[in-house]
């Protein structure tokens, strides 16, 4: 992928895996270029990427800070920590990782009806964004297989291509193995 000027917060280890995210031809939902949305969320929350220790089988995660002023809440910080233990992985499979990262950078903690933002729904959300940039790199190519990670980007990408988003609530509410344990109780 051509070099793309990294986020001033992101950690320098991840200036080839932010390329290829950047060169990634995928759309969201809507139809707005992939690249271009989480350009955005990048640049409007000024969030910080950093390499850091996470439980097994955690790729990422996001920590929010929130302060409430008068009843409502704001955000005060974000940053995504990108697991030390997967730093091995390519760079396709950090960069599907940090686009997944990213979409829940720009998932609001309490909705507008004041309503705390359902979990299952935003990583089933962040999941389909996973799904579209993992297809996009490789079309109809051979995927790899060499590693878990590639192996688990895999199955997501085909339980959204059968079942779309449906087929990604069912894997969040009932596969324990995905990252979505922070919907479990």
Sequence with gaps: APKVKLPSKFDQRLAQPWSELMSNTATTASGEKMTAFLRRVVEETRIEVKIGQLGPGIGGALESEASTDGGTARI?????TINASVMNESPRVLATMLAH???HANQPIVRSNGKMLDCVEAEVEAYAVQARVWRAFWGQAQRPTQTGWERTMNDV?????????????????????????????
């Design 157 to 185: 990408e085909s339980i959204w291509a059968d079942g779309g988003d449906d087929g990604l609530r069912h894997m969040v509410r009932e596969d324990l193995d995905t990252d979505a344990h922070s919907c479990i109780d």
């Design 76 to 80: 005060i910080r974000r940053a995504i």
């Design 101 to 103: 990262e990213i979409t």
